[in-house]
């Protein structure tokens, strides 16, 4: 009866340290994920300070600065696999877009895609924010 209670206590303190090493390698990976993400949101703000510093209030440098930095976000989302929900001549799926208005529009069908009010996305098929769209209701 002793060899079975040892062995039932051993079991657990191995099963107990099995689950700690895997709480730390979880904890290690989501610092990885959190560097990234930091280190991309420095890039995007050092960016933005050259933008604005190198603009000389000139409009058209800074519209082209901030062209550029909408591009390295937009490859940032890419590596990523952040994707816009497409919206234009959609219709409604409430799996993907929330309505925050409708408009009456002759000869268009209901439910039909008019206006994106806010840009969705997904990340590996999965919402991660739904798109604010206004649609059509005739009836």
């Known amino acids: ?11 657990m303190a191995d099963f107990d340290n099995y689950r700690k090493s ?3 390698q979880i904890d290690d990976k989501l610092m990885v994920y959190k560097q990234d993400l930091i280190l ?5 703000k050092e960016d933005i300070e050259r933008a604005v510093d190198n603009s000389s209030h000139n409009v058209d440098e800074l519209n082209s600065g901030l062209k550029m930095i909408n591009n390295n ?12 929900i497409v919206c ?4 409604f799926d409430p799996s993907f877009h929330e309505i925050v208005s409708t408009s009456k529009k002759s000869g268009m069908p209901d439910n039909l895609i008019v206006k994106v009010i806010r840009k ?4 590996d098929n999965k919402v991660l924010r739904h798109s604010l769209v206004e649609i059509i209701k005739n009836k």
């Open 120 to 123: 969705g996305y997904v990340i």
């Open 1 to 11: 009866m002793d060899e079975l209670k040892t062995r039932h206590m051993r079991l």
């Open 88 to 91: 234009k001549n959609k219709f």
């Open 22 to 24: 895997i709480d730390r």
């Open 73 to 84: 976000l937009d490859k940032i989302l890419k590596t990523t696999n952040v994707t816009e």
């Open 40 to 44: 991309n949101i420095v890039e995007i």
